[in-house]
């Protein structure tokens, strides 16, 4: 009988550098592997090659980590089983190997006396500042990254920094995040979108509601454009809240690792793969990760030292409190993106709804300006998309009445600072395709008439920001969504009306904070409003002017009354501006608006200025006339 021969080390190392090999290592510690994570004492499996005395050789191995090292002598005490020496695997000897670590996720942080910028509020957002759930403490925003199917953009992160043990999709999404700034009731961001936990990896996305958007990570200055698959020695560098830019050397791959998030969720097995320092680019505090760099993104070095745009992982967790080697752990992108459905770039289906774009923003001025609040039949009448009767565009909202196919109100921001000039030439009015045209009013009522498509939220009012935003806000403005019917003279400024020049005139008349400013508008519904071409026609509208000067918060408020008795005749009865409580519009209007803000209407201190006074009340003439 003739005893096989070993292969040779050579035609093994071929076979091990194989790619089909590679996936039957990858396959075992899926498998088999995965089964030892149960022992208490065994932290994660996965591959990397062999240490002899600390260091590296060229030998891959299924590599354990442990809390603690023993001699089998002391196996059974810890009651952890002995390990064996090797596994063959495809015909190949595999040899294990075993080092003392232990993980936990990175979002506990430690109070730090000067936070910097990456944990303060900040608009534009950017990758590598600090974000988190409202009920989490802080962890790091990885990247901009689309849904696959409507392209809208979300934020990526980890599952316990935007969900946690304690959190449920439709959360709100706070930045900073709470261990930051703790108020969390001026710093919403947006929503929890979707989340996995599992062996895919530790993840999350959410909208981007109430700020704007900057690509590039922070201090890396690159914005990733691609996902990768990291190999064993692929040099790699992260942005993160806490310890900033770091560098690192990939150093087991294809890991699975036990972690405990606490609460009912427990322990849970992540996939992902190893980081270690990079000793040609050591941080001075010896941390290539802390708490509160959970959801960084990993991106790949070039040759020449400089951070590529290609994303290696989502990094997720470093080494315990007791664990003296330095590493962190990431989550392999192509299995977050493949779970949350989204891509580094929106679909290029040209069939597909643009997103409904950032939405008048709460809190613009720095202070909490919150939406007007719909009485119940009001609320009733409101159109709902999705879950929300509130609908986005750039840099506004507003709510649609279904019965009178107009808004009730729009709400707009006005950054004075950064207003853009461009051209409305060749924008087309057209209906919005996010709403059904049965709630909608379309040029059919417009033409052959004197009535104007009157726009609600001013077009040069929108046009701030960047110019991508800017562009994008002045289409926006342009859907009849925005429009109301509104008599030439009205509308259009040079015919002597100082209505559209409201907006104009607290930049010029007050000290604006920051300048800039918050607007609510809308027409004003009545039961005995004349109907034109099957349409009634509000003879009212309303205005609310939102500032802050020398850091308090002021509301204006005004209506404007119409005379729309003679749409077929050139002869027309003056328009007339009021200053008004309020109050007042609320009554009118059939909604409220927030404490805050009726407690800034100093107009409504004067007994003069109450309802009841309206028909003592004159008119202004000249905006001079305005008691900002």
Same mark, same amino acid.
């Given at each position: ?32 592997? +995965? ?13 990397? #090659? ?22 089998? =002598? +002391? ?5 952890? &089983? ?204 010896? =941390? ?35 664990? &003296? ?10 299995? +977050? ?72 109100? +729009? ?34 009522? #417009? ?31 342009? #859907? ?42 809308? &027409? ?53 501006? #009021? ?50």
């Amino acid at each position: 009988m003739t005893t096989p021969k070993k292969k040779s080390n050579k035609a093994t190392k071929s076979k091990q550098k194989s790619e089909g090999f590679m996936d039957s290592l990858k396959q075992f510690v899926r498998t088999k592997g +995965v089964d030892y994570l149960k022992n208490n004492n065994i932290t994660s499996v996965g591959i990397g #090659y062999k240490q002899v005395d600390g260091k590296p050789t060229e030998d891959l191995s299924i590599q354990f980590t442990v809390e603690e090292k023993a001699v089998p =002598e +002391v196996l059974e005490s810890l009651d952890t &089983p002995l390990i064996p020496k090797s596994f063959v695997i495809d015909g190949v000897e595999v040899p294990t190997d075993v080092l003392q670590r232990d993980f936990e996720p990175d979002y506990q942080v430690v109070a730090e006396a000067a936070p910097d910028r990456r944990k303060t509020r900040i608009n534009p957002i950017e990758p590598g500042i600090s974000v988190a759930n409202k009920k989490v403490s802080a962890g790091t925003i990885g990247c901009i990254v689309y849904d696959q199917k409507n392209g809208t953009p979300y934020i990526l992160s980890n599952w316990h920094v935007l969900q946690g043990p304690n959190g449920n999709i439709g959360d709100e999404i706070v930045q900073p995040g709470p261990f930051d700034d703790n108020r969390v009731n001026l710093n919403r961001l947006g929503k929890l979108v979707r989340s996995h936990l599992g062996a895919a990896g530790d993840c999350a996305i959410a909208s981007i509601e109430d700020r704007t958007i900057k690509k590039e990570i922070m201090d890396l200055d690159v914005l990733i454009e691609q996902i990768g698959e990291p190999d064993l020695g692929d040099k790699v560098m992260k942005s993160g809240r806490t310890t900033k830019v770091t560098h690192g050397i990939v150093t087991r791959i294809h890991t699975m690792t036990k972690l405990n998030y606490g609460g009912i969720t427990g322990n849970q097995f992540i996939g992902g793969f190893e980081i270690g320092p990079d000793a040609n680019n050591l941080p001075s505090n010896g =941390e290539i990760s802390m708490g509160g760099d959970s959801g960084s993104a990993w991106v790949f070095k070039a040759s020449n030292g400089k951070p590529t745009k290609i994303m290696a992982g989502l990094h997720f967790a470093g080494e315990g409190a007791n664990d &003296p080697n330095e590493h962190a752990i990431a989550c392999y992108p192509k299995s +977050v993106f493949e779970k949350l459905e989204i891509s580094l770039q929106p679909p290029l289906q040209k069939d597909v709804v643009p997103p409904q774009g950032l939405g008048y923003n709460t809190n613009f001025l720095g202070v909490l300006v919150e939406t007007p609040k719909l009485s119940k039949s009001k609320s009733d009448d409101a159109y709902k998309s999705g879950d929300s009767k509130i609908i986005k565009y750039t840099h506004f909202s507003l709510t649609m009445s279904k019965s009178r196919r107009f808004a009730m109100w +729009v709400g707009w921001n006005i950054d004075g600072g950064s207003i853009k000039q461009l051209s409305r030439k060749g924008i087309p009015f057209i209906l919005d395709p996010k709403i059904p045209k049965e709630f909608q009013v379309g040029d059919e009522l #417009y033409s052959g008439n004197r009535l104007d498509r009157g726009h609600i939220a001013r077009r040069a009012d929108l046009l701030w920001g960047s110019l991508e935003e800017a562009k994008k806000a002045n289409v926006d403005s342009f #859907y009849f969504t925005n429009m109301t019917p509104q008599m030439d003279n009205f509308n259009q400024g040079n015919k002597g009306g100082i209505w559209g020049k409201l907006e104009d005139a607290v930049f010029e008349d007050t000290d604006v904070d920051n300048l800039k400013v918050s607007v609510f508008g809308g &027409p004003v519904f009545q039961k005995d409003d004349r109907v034109f071409r099957g349409v009634k026609l509000p003879s009212e509208f309303y205005k609310v002017i939102v500032y802050v000067e020398k850091g308090v918060l002021k509301a204006k408020g005004f209506l404007l009354t119409q005379n729309l008795n003679q749409l077929e005749i050139f002869e027309l009865d003056e328009f007339k501006t #009021y200053q008004a409580t309020l109050a007042e519009i609320e009554q009118r209007c059939g909604f409220t608006f927030p404490a805050n803000l009726k407690n800034a209407d100093s107009f409504a201190e004067k007994p003069e200025n109450q309802p009841e006074a309206e028909s003592e009340r004159k008119p202004l003439e000249t905006l001079d006339e305005i008691a900002w």
